[in-house]
């Protein structure tokens, strides 16, 4: 059922993982065991007390009865799906090929940023050759590639969290490129809780292998060339949402210090914030890639859990398998996502925090603007009309959809007299950023 919800139709690599550790397994190899195995990974093996170098000996797999007889099972599978098969059934689609090339019919001739195409990692990526490596030439050969992480609740009534990674191919048209049938699906996190900060990594490691081989490149068939292409891919680009992001890149929480700078927060009553702009100069300096990457090695010579910690706070970056795509830069290559940082960031810390904080919006005028939104009808394909605008302290449980809804049509007409002018500039240039950045075109 899963495969065919996520449009899975290839081979599944197939992984048992500790439930304790995360820590990853031959599945076949495990079930020939007569005997229940137990894991054997050390998480401080160079520990100075031998008692924290013991191995994790959690149990690995279960015995279930199955018509009256006993049979082994994993006690949590992961499964990895095959890029390189994906890609032939992209390939392999009538259309797939003209429309990867059509990024390279664009002319834009202002300095605007339209798309991805227009950014400066587009246009200055280079491979091993220091050659360029979108070029018109190899346009629908060479796959700019956008990786995800994110957890979501499959279950209504139970806590259990499922992770999974994909990558959607920036060469096809923003049209195209987020359609189900156009994403790479490549690893699905078994539950139900997330793995910690560095057991990422665990999971990481065998689609890191799988992206190299596509780096490297291969041979694929395709619906235009019976013969084959040979196809290579890069990520150039992570669009996860914040604590995904730094989970997957190794770096320290967003509450801490800036990924890209060497701007750092400062800690009052214990609460951050990165206030304070006088020493600018000083901080608003791109961070060194090869600096990162060194500093990730060392976390990996860290021996006790305390040597890890006060290694992330002083260099704000651990280990993580991704730092083994050579070409893959971090500072650069992870983007700000538009529905955490617009929506479910500016657009909730406004209203809740600026202006039901403040006391702008109080109860009353919360029930009045949820009136006067029942009032205006949308079509369909514009969203929900927001029904929680009065409840709770207000705008209770709101979804990012929910807010966009109510941003980009509600906001103005059904709040616009209870501001101030300042406020009513605020809204009115946020509403116009939303659009620009939300437009399909």
């Given at each position: ?13 197939q ?20 005997e ?8 401080h ?12 000996n ?5 015995k ?5 007889e ?42 605007a ?48 969290s ?40 665990n ?6 292998n ?9 041979n694929?068939k ?27 890149c ?13 701007k750092?927060?400062?800690f009052?009553?214990?609460q ?39 290694h ?101 007409p059904?709040?616009?007299?209870f ?9 009115a ?6 659009k ?6």
């Amino acid at each position: 059922m899963a495969k065919k919800d996520l449009g899975i139709i290839t081979e599944i690599f197939q992984y048992s993982a500790c439930n304790k550790c995360h820590k990853l397994y031959d599945i076949n190899e495990i079930l020939k065991n007569t005997e229940i195995p137990t894991c054997s990974f050390k998480n401080h093996p160079n520990h100075p007390m031998e008692r924290l170098r013991q191995k994790c000996n959690n149990p690995l797999i279960k015995k279930i009865d199955s018509n009256n007889e006993q049979i082994f099972r994993p006690i949590m599978t992961y499964p990895l799906v095959n890029i390189k098969q994906q890609l032939t059934l992209f390939f392999g689609r009538k259309d797939f090929e003209m429309s990867c090339r059509k990024w390279a019919e664009r002319n834009n001739e202002t300095e605007a940023l339209f798309d991805i195409y227009d950014g400066m990692v587009w246009k200055e990526f280079k491979d091993d050759n220091d050659e360029l490596f979108f070029t018109k030439e190899q346009a629908d050969t060479h796959l700019g590639l956008m990786i995800n992480m994110d957890w979501f609740q499959p279950y209504i009534n139970s806590q259990y969290s499922v992770g999974v990674i994909y990558v959607v191919i920036c060469n096809l048209p923003r049209s195209e490129r987020f359609k189900p049938y156009n994403i790479l699906t490549l690893a699905v996190i078994p539950g139900p809780n997330e793995p910690k900060l560095h057991e990422i990594n665990n999971y990481l490691y065998p689609v890191v292998n799988q992206l190299n081989q596509l780096w490297n490149g291969y041979n694929i068939k395709t619906h235009e060339y019976n013969n084959g292409r040979f196809v290579r891919g890069a990520i150039i680009g992570c669009s996860s949402d914040v604590p995904a992001t730094r989970k997957l890149c190794g770096f320290i929480s967003a509450r801490v210090a800036c990924y890209r700078c060497y701007k750092t927060a400062n800690f009052v009553n214990n609460q951050p914030n990165f206030g304070g702009f006088t020493d600018f100069d000083e901080w608003f300096i791109e961070r060194d890639i090869s600096i990162i990457r060194e500093k990730a090695g060392d976390w990996k010579k860290c021996t006790t859990e305390d040597s890890r910690k006060a290694h992330v706070s002083q260099h704000h970056v651990r280990w993580s398998e991704i730092y083994n795509l050579n070409y893959f830069n971090p500072v650069r290559h992870c983007v700000v996502d538009p529905m955490h940082c617009l929506f479910l960031g500016v657009a909730k810390w406004i209203i809740t925090k600026l202006w039901i904080g403040e006391g702008i919006l109080d109860d009353a005028k919360l029930k009045l603007m949820q009136k006067r939104a029942d009032e205006i009808k949308i079509t369909s394909d514009l969203g929900r009309r927001p029904v929680r605008i009065a409840t709770g302290d207000g705008f209770s449980n709101f979804t990012a959809d929910m807010w966009k809804t109510f941003i980009m049509i509600f906001a103005i007409p059904i709040t616009w007299d209870f501001l101030d002018e300042v406020d009513k500039r605020i809204l009115a240039y946020f509403v116009r950023a939303c659009k620009i950045l939300c437009a399909n075109k």
